[in-house]
């Protein structure tokens, strides 16, 4: 595995810390729980879709492309993310929102992410919930490029066997970072939504030989369909590295903390966004890491971890959401 093979942009802060959170841990009584800091990626307030531009935009400078254009849900990370990398290298950003989440509100629709994108110059469209956006994207590339633009078109989440190099990195990074601290890492847990976090992770941790194994917590799907949605990316990524092939065993998802869909609030997710900000200042989101976390806790409680074991949550961002839906946690 040879990373530099791929061509590359320097967009985040890195490596984003690895640390202990003591003080949730002895509030669970273990096991050894651990933080990978990728909210501290940099770009516009980070996360996880950070790591995957790097090389999306380096691809995307590579054709001589002059237009980013991407789909995600209105209160999207990834396409604020997407829009300061634009920003960061001059490039022009279109952003297409669906209205997946039920909630028309003012705030929702205007503030926090949809906030920033705007600040970081996009320009943003709306759609309604169950739109197909992957055939809308398509035909917005079409359009920009009847006109003369050379768009570079970026799926949901930036997840595809390009986007997914970020993660493989981060695996590595990682497994650099517990070796110097002389930490061995038992299992990674994180938030799964559009895969390629977690897909980049996976063939990281198995191609590098660690034994590291990762639990993503589904956002959105039944695990079935999320297991297979990971290996799907799984295998374009290791075909795209050259590397041999991943056994579907090493793609774990739990889908017990969803709750009513995508972006859905469960009141797990309110209990372990205030937990993690009350004993360790860590500002998770509604959306992805509070569910993430959610499913971290409830795992710990109900004995699935060796008391002694070290499991490092990656924590993907996100938190500007929670300025979308403060009343979420009214009376924190
Ligand atoms: C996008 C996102 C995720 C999920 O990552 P995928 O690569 O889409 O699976 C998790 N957390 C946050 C905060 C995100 O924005």
New binding site residues.
Partial sequence: MHLARFPRVHLAHLPTPLEPMPRLSGLLGGPRLWIKRDDCTGLATG???TRKLEYLVADALDQGCDTLVTVGAVQ???CRQTAAAAAKVGLDCEILLERRVDDSSDVYENSANVFLDRLLGAQVSFFPGGHDMKAELIAHGQRLEATGARPYLIPG?G?NAVGALGYVQCALETLRQADDLGLVIDHVV?????????AGLVVGFTGSGSGVPVLGIS?RHPEATQIANVKRLVDQTTAHMGLPEVDVEHVLVNDEYVGGGYGVPTESMVEAVRMAAQTEAVLL?P???GK?MAGLIGLVRAGHFDPDANVVFLH???SVGLFAQESLFDGA
């Fill in positions: 996360g996880n879709k999207s990370n990834h989440g997840s994180m938030a799964t939504g559009s895969t390629g976090t977690q956002t989101d959306v992805y890491t993430g993907t961002g996100g």
